[in-house]
């Protein structure tokens, strides 16, 4: 997938903003929505996608959204922070399969990091559903509350 391609709407990131696939949603407007990440990379992984964008990457994505991005980044960020105690947050963005990207409708990753845990392999263990719908409880509450 080079950085050029055309959009394609059957990503599983468009099937979950058209309601046609699940996911662990953690905070939704009407621009944005935040969920977790189903192989995480680290206990409270997140993602953050614009929905109202059809953008594959940086490049294509109009400001406005990102602008809309970044504040749902830092919304979750806080959340996490104030639910999961981590010691540091990493915020990552991929462009194009050579750089990471697996799925081609633009995100953010919000990944929590633990002193002394490295991250897990990028996309590759699939998470317990049991103790994902548990974080999603605990960290829409905290959203729900303004964290
Ligand atoms: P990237 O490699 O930057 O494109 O990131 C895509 C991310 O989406 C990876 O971290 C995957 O684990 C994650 N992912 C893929 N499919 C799903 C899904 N259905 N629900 C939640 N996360 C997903």
């Known amino acids: ?3 050029t391609d ?3 709407p059957q990503n599983i990131f468009a099937k979950i903003i058209r309601g046609e696939a699940p996911c662990y949603t953690l905070y939704e407007d009407d621009d ?3 969920f977790l990440d189903l192989f995480p990379q680290s206990y409270g992984h997140a993602l953050v996608i614009p929905k109202r964008s059809a953008a594959r990457n940086m490049l294509d994505v109009d400001t406005e ?3 809309k991005m970044m504040v749902t980044v830092q919304r979750v960020m ?3 922070v104030e639910e999961l105690k981590p010691d540091g947050v990493q915020v990552a963005q991929f462009n194009g399969a050579p750089a ?3 799925v081609f409708h ?3 990753h919000v990944i929590p990091r633990f002193a002394g845990e490295g991250l897990g392999i990028h996309a590759a263990g699939k998470a317990d559903p049991a103790e994902l719908e ?3 409880a605990r960290l829409v509450k905290r959203l729900q509350q303004g964290g």
Do not use: E, K, P
């Open 106 to 108: 633009i995100h953010f």
């Open 6 to 8: 055309a959009y394609d």
């Open 78 to 80: 806080r959340a996490l």
């Open 1 to 3: 997938m080079s950085l």
């Open 100 to 102: 990471g990207q697996t």
């Open 32 to 34: 944005t929505l935040a």
């Open 134 to 136: 548990a974080l999603q």
């Open 65 to 67: 959204a990102l602008c």
